[in-house]
C-alpha cells in the first residue's frame, strides 16, 4: 500500500468561456397584476359608474340593498340592547358587506363584457371561487375578531364612567373623564380598519375576474393601497361618508347607496389594476 494521502476531490470543470453563468428563472406564463396610477377624482369616476351599473338593472340593485339595510336594522337592534359591542357588530357588518356585493361585481362585470345581468347569475357566483372566497373570509374573520376582543379591551381598560346606557353612550362616550379612551379607540379601530380596508378593498372583484387565490388577492389589494396611498384612502373616506349619510333616516338611504357603491367597487378594481400578458403587452 501506498503512504501518499488520498487526492483532494477536484473542482468540477468551468463551462467553456472559463466563467459559470448565474441561474436566470423561465419568464412568467401568467399574466402580471400592475398598479395603475390613479388621482383624486378616480373615485367619483367610479361612483359615476356604479350609478350607471343600478341603473342598468335596479331590480338587482335594489334586491341587495333591502339586504345592507336588514344588516343596518340588526346593528340597530345591537345598539339599543348592548351599546358596547356596536363597533364589534358594525366590524362584522363592514366584512358581510363586501361579500354580499360579489353579486354586484358579477352585474358589472356582465355588463362591462356586454352580458345581461341576472339575478339568478349575481346569487350564484360565489360557486366558481369558493375556495378561494373561503381563505380570504377565514382571514377577514379573524381581523374582525381580533378587533372586536380589541374593542372590548380598550372598554375595559380605558373607560372611566361604567359601561354607558344606550341613552347615554354619546354622552358618556365623549365625556371629558373619558378622553383617554376615545383617543386611544378611535386609534386601535384605525388599525385594524386599515388592515381590514386594504386587505378587501380590491380583492374580491380580483378573484371574481380572475379566479385567483385568496393571499394573491389579499397581496395585489394591500399593493393598490400603497401604491396610490391618498387616492385609496379618499375612497375609503368617500365610502364611510355615504354609508354614514345612508344611515340616518333609519338606514333606508343603504336600498340606494349600498348598491351602487358595490358597483363602484367593481369599477375601482378596474381601473386599479391592469394585467400585463407575459410579453408586456396589457391584457385589458
Request: proline share 9%; glycine share 8%.
Amino acid at each position: 500500500m501506498s503512504d501518499r494521502p488520498a487526492a483532494a476531490p477536484s473542482d468540477p470543470p468551468a463551462p467553456p468561456g472559463g466563467a459559470y453563468q448565474p441561474y436566470v428563472p423561465p419568464p412568467s406564463t401568467v399574466p402580471q397584476a400592475v398598479m395603475a396610477p390613479l388621482g383624486l377624482v378616480d373615485p367619483l369616476r367610479w361612483l359615476r359608474a356604479g350609478w350607471a351599473d343600478f341603473r342598468a338593472a335596479p331590480g338587482i340593485g335594489l334586491f341587495y340593498g333591502l339586504c345592507f339595510w336588514a344588516m343596518a336594522a340588526v346593528l340597530a337592534l345591537v345598539f339599543s340592547r348592548q351599546p358596547e359591542y356596536v363597533m364589534s357588530i358594525a366590524s362584522g357588518c363592514l366584512l358581510v358587506g363586501p361579500f354580499m356585493a360579489m353579486g354586484l361585481y358579477e352585474v358589472s362585470r356582465r355588463r362591462e363584457q356586454g352580458v345581461a345581468p341576472e339575478l339568478a347569475a349575481s346569487l350564484t357566483c360565489w360557486d366558481r371561487h369558493l375556495r378561494s372566497m373561503s381563505m380570504l373570509v377565514l382571514v377577514l374573520i379573524v381581523l374582525e375578531l381580533l378587533w372586536g376582543r380589541a374593542s372590548l379591551v380598550v372598554f375595559a381598560v380605558f373607560f372611566n364612567t361604567g359601561m354607558p346606557s344606550t341613552t347615554g353612550v354619546l354622552q358618556a362616550i365623549f365625556n371629558p373623564d373619558n378622553l383617554e379612551f376615545v383617543l386611544v379607540y378611535l386609534m386601535v379601530g384605525g388599525i385594524f380598519a386599515l388592515l381590514v380596508y386594504s386587505t378587501a378593498v380590491v380583492s374580491i372583484p380580483m378573484i371574481l375576474d380572475r379566479d385567483t387565490d385568496a393571499i394573491s388577492a389579499a397581496i395585489t389589494s394591500i399593493r393598490v393601497v400603497a401604491a396610490n396611498p391618498v387616492t385609496m384612502l379618499w375612497w375609503g373616506l368617500l365610502i364611510t361618508l355615504l354609508i354614514v349619510l345612508a344611515l340616518l333616516p333609519w338606514g333606508a338611504g343603504l336600498v340606494i347607496a349600498g348598491p351602487v357603491l358595490g358597483h363602484a367597487t367593481w369599477h375601482a378594481y378596474r381601473g386599479a389594476v391592469r394585467w400585463q400578458e407575459p410579453a408586456g403587452t396589457p391584457a385589458d
